[in-house]
């Protein structure tokens, strides 16, 4: 078995971690992060406090400046429970986004055709006017709910509730359709609770993990990379299916090394195993389920031996695993994933995962699924947002009944005029999102964003999408503002400051400022009383007996649980809010909707011959789009690389390092070329990269034209009918040895 020290050193540093080299702090091998040695400082230090704005884990830390006034290191906050004093690749290279010379600099109107990348400079005054303008304009002509807000990252927050107060609620998040929505649905159909994030997995403690489709270690979720780590040392038993061989897999009891898009089948005959071989918590699943006689019913046909034709995963390992989780419940926990929208059937896939929790008890048991816990905050007093008129929802009457956020892909679809639609929408303002090399299907977002008759863009880099926009407002980095307080569930209620270490370079802003200044055009600054973010901070820690000053001295505060209910008491009973007050194996809303109550599997096509299903991923020290042009993170992985299996490339001649590009099946070819990697860690009917990389954008000067984008390959989105997810891992490519005519340049 594996050793902590080895999994996170393979995870975190093998990968291309970072090297520290500076004399004043010792990089521990095994990634316990930044230790300050006073012994052997030579400067001296003032420190700031942070959350990292890398990804989503936004670990708490802290943001050392030399005596020059210069960052010297971003290390993790020890009281954070996100990150443990210890932050991953990602979160000690933030530092490039404040240095990036490609950064966005003062506020930019369009002067070419849009795509071109053509702008003027302008003042933030003529901007943000011109943004307003076009607001109030559109507004009066097709009411504000044609006016539509994407967003991602902590500044979301800010245009939301801009875009709430106008008088529209089409506000999306891609992290839904394109990431998380199936497991949430799923879940919440299933248990009546969300899964949440940071995710309430219990991997610290649990006996047996399995991980279908979850790379944790490459994905570099910081917390729960430090969990499994921990449960290593415990002697945790990890089955990990996937394709390919990742590092967690290198770090497994198991690995099942499943056909790709067969995952429902074996999740259904684990499920008919534990069920008929009374492998189960019987007391758990009597007390607490609705439904087992039918899901009983249901699996009958579904044996080992079924679902070895269609995944190619032996009968006998298929018990043999299924005994291992049984052996280890109720601490044991089948990860939900997070990047789970692959087939178009994942709501009913990431049911089946909660299904097989049920039956072995881990929902609420120590192990398995905890119950988080939140601070509780107050916002300060606002007058009610106005009620609109038209949602987003108007667009697909009678689709998506079950989503419970707004889908990122359905406003992108209901901008494309439509004689069935009464309003398609005119404007986007896009926050922090590269939407097009987030959302799957770049044709169809590009025609939508020709429809629109403006769009404003707010970004700290000049991606993609700012190429396409009327107007660009330059946000400043995390590293130079203040934000909302960092309120996430965790074990514990917690709150985290973010506060700026440095002043804003160039002419950059705040997302809260930018806001605000909108607000105040649009005459809706009730709705941001406070002139100053720090002064609305200060105002919210004093109603919970903290305050501003001490938050700045501590950066983050934990609190006791009022409860002892992080896991279910023995002999409790407990009413879940569900439609049948207990765990649904058997969905009554999903039976309701039209839907199939329990999960059904239905072949996928298949590659046609000369192609291989295209899958991606993620590395540890990159985050999406976002981080490849990052001076500190594009030094440790500057290009994707594809994967291919020995015995493709020895048909096709393929040798290690060959740059190849790629065409889909349905003629898509590559913009750029891709380096061949051959490796036995990939099945030969699939191949992986990494995505995040082929940047068209000349802005970017370190990563343009490196690697391929998986994303444009992405032409078949297969829609989820429960929910709206876009279904991406559809798609197959065949390889081209000669650069293409139609990309030559």
């Given at each position: 078995m594996a050793t902590r020290r080895q999994f996170l050193k393979t995870s975190a540093?093998?990968?291309?971690?970072?090297?520290?080299?500076?004399?004043?702090?010792?990089?521990?091998?095994?990634?316990?992060?930044?230790?300050?040695?006073?012994a052997d400082l030579t400067v001296n230090l003032t420190r700031t406090p942070t959350y990292c704005e890398i990804c989503f884990w936004k670990c708490a830390g802290w943001v050392y400046k030399k005596e020059d006034g210069s960052i010297w290191k971003i290390t993790g906050n020890e009281e954070?429970?996100?990150?443990?004093?210890?932050?991953?690749?990602?979160?000690?290279?933030?530092?490039?986004?404040?240095?990036?010379?490609?950064?966005?600099?003062?506020?930019?109107?369009?002067?070419?055709?849009?795509?071109?990348?053509?702008?003027?400079?302008?003042?933030?005054?003529?901007?943000?006017?011109?943004?307003?303008?076009?607001?109030?304009?559109?507004?009066?002509?097709?009411?504000?709910?044609?006016?539509?807000?994407?967003?991602?990252?902590?500044?979301?927050?800010?245009?939301?509730?801009?875009?709430?107060?106008?008088?529209?609620?089409?506000?999306?998040?891609?992290?839904?359709?394109?990431?998380?929505?199936?497991?949430?649905?799923?879940?919440?159909?299933?248990?009546?609770?969300?899964?949440?994030?940071?995710?309430?997995?219990?991997?610290?403690?649990?006996?047996?993990?399995?991980?279908?489709?979850s790379h944790i270690g490459e994905n570099m979720h910081n917390g729960q990379v430090q969990e499994v780590s921990d449960a290593i040392d415990k002697g945790v038993s990890i089955i990990t299916v996937d394709p390919r061989f990742s590092v967690v897999a290198s770090k497994s009891k198991f690995w099942l090394p499943i056909k790709p898009a067969t995952d429902l089948a074996l999740l259904l005959s684990w499920i008919h195993v534990l069920i008929n071989e009374g492998w189960y918590d019987k007391d758990y699943v009597e007390k607490n389920t609705y439904g087992l006689d039918l899901l009983k019913e249901h699996v009958k046909t579904m044996t080992p031996e079924w679902a070895y034709g269609i995944t190619t995963i032996k009968p006998d390992v298929i018990r043999e695993t299924a005994k291992e989780m049984f052996n280890a419940s109720p601490a044991v926990i089948i990860h939900p994933g997070r990047h789970v929208t692959w087939y178009g059937d994942d709501t009913q896939r990431l049911r089946a995962v909660a299904i097989l929790n049920a039956l072995l008890g881990s929902w609420g048991r120590r192990g398995g699924f905890y119950n988080p816990a939140v601070a509780s905050v107050p916002n300060y007093p606002h007058p009610p947002f106005p009620t609109p008129s038209r949602t987003w929802r108007d667009a697909f009457p009678g689709q998506f009944n079950l989503a419970d956020e707004t889908l990122a892909s359905g406003l992108c679809d209901a901008t494309i005029p439509a004689p069935t639609r009464s309003c398609s929408f005119k404007a986007w303002l896009v926050s922090g999102t590269n939407l097009i090399n987030t959302l799957p299907d770049q044709a169809k977002t590009l025609?939508?964003?020709?429809?629109?008759?403006?769009?404003?863009?707010?970004?700290?880099?000049?991606?993609?999408?700012?190429?396409?926009?009327?107007?660009?407002?330059?946000?400043?980095?995390?590293?130079?503002?203040?934000?909302?307080?960092?309120?996430?569930?965790?074990?514990?209620?917690?709150?985290?400051?973010?506060?700026?270490?440095?002043?804003?370079?160039?002419?950059?802003?705040?997302?809260?400022?930018?806001?605000?200044?909108?607000?105040?055009?649009?005459?809706?600054?009730?709705?941001?009383?406070?002139?100053?973010l720090e002064d609305y901070l200060d105002w919210q820690l004093k109603q919970i007996g903290s305050s501003l000053e001490e938050m700045q001295k501590i950066g983050v505060k934990t609190f006791e649980r009022e409860q002892d209910d992080m896991y279910f008491q023995p002999g409790e009973q407990h009413e879940f809010f569900t439609p049948t007050g207990k765990i649904e194996l058997y969905s009554t809303s999903f039976a309701e909707e039209g839907f199939d109550p329990m999960p059904v599997y239905t072949p996928h096509p298949e590659p046609p011959e000369g192609y291989y299903r295209l899958n991606y991923g993620r590395a540890p020290m990159h985050t999406f789009s976002r981080t490849s042009n990052n001076p500190n993170l594009n030094d440790l992985m500057d290009e994707n690389a594809l994967w291919i299996n020995p015995k493709v490339a020895k048909d096709w001649g393929l040798k290690k390092d060959q740059r190849i590009w790629l065409q889909n099946q349905d003629g898509k070819i590559s913009n750029f070329s891709i380096k061949v990697r051959v490796t036995e860690r990939i099945r030969w009917d699939s191949v992986y990269m990494v995505h995040g990389f082929g940047h068209a954008t000349k802005q970017l000067s370190r990563t343009y034209g490196k690697g391929i984008s998986d994303t444009e390959m992405i032409t078949n989105v297969m829609t989820d009918p429960i929910m709206g997810g876009t279904g991406m891992r559809g798609n197959f490519v065949t390889f081209l040895t000669e650069k293409p005519e139609e990309v030559a340049s």
């Open positions: 540093l093998g990968l291309g971690g970072i090297s520290i080299g500076l004399s004043a702090f010792k990089y521990v091998s095994d990634f316990t992060g930044l230790q300050q040695n006073a954070d429970q996100h990150s443990n004093g210890r932050f991953c690749p990602r979160g000690t290279g933030g530092v490039g986004m404040y240095t990036d010379k490609d950064r966005l600099k003062t506020p930019l109107i369009r002067t070419g055709e849009r795509g071109k990348h053509e702008f003027r400079e302008a003042s933030w005054e003529e901007a943000l006017d011109m943004v307003a303008d076009n607001m109030k304009k559109l507004s009066s002509q097709y009411g504000p709910e044609c006016v539509a807000l994407l967003n991602h990252g902590s500044g979301g927050k800010y245009f939301s509730d801009l875009l709430k107060a106008f008088g529209s609620t089409n506000i999306a998040a891609p992290s839904y359709a394109q990431c998380r929505g199936p497991r949430e649905v799923a879940f919440v159909n299933t248990f009546g609770e969300l899964i949440e994030s940071p995710e309430r997995t219990d991997i610290r403690d649990s006996k047996c993990l399995v991980l279908i489709g025609e939508a964003i020709k429809s629109l008759e403006f769009i404003a863009v707010i970004d700290t880099m000049p991606m993609e999408i700012t190429s396409w926009a009327d107007v660009i407002l330059p946000e400043c980095t995390y590293l130079e503002r203040y934000d909302t307080l960092r309120v996430s569930p965790h074990r514990k209620p917690a709150i985290a400051l973010r506060m700026p270490a440095m002043e804003p370079k160039d002419n950059t802003k705040s997302a809260y400022w930018i806001a605000r200044e909108i607000a105040s055009r649009l005459g809706l600054l009730e709705y941001f009383p406070f002139e100053k």
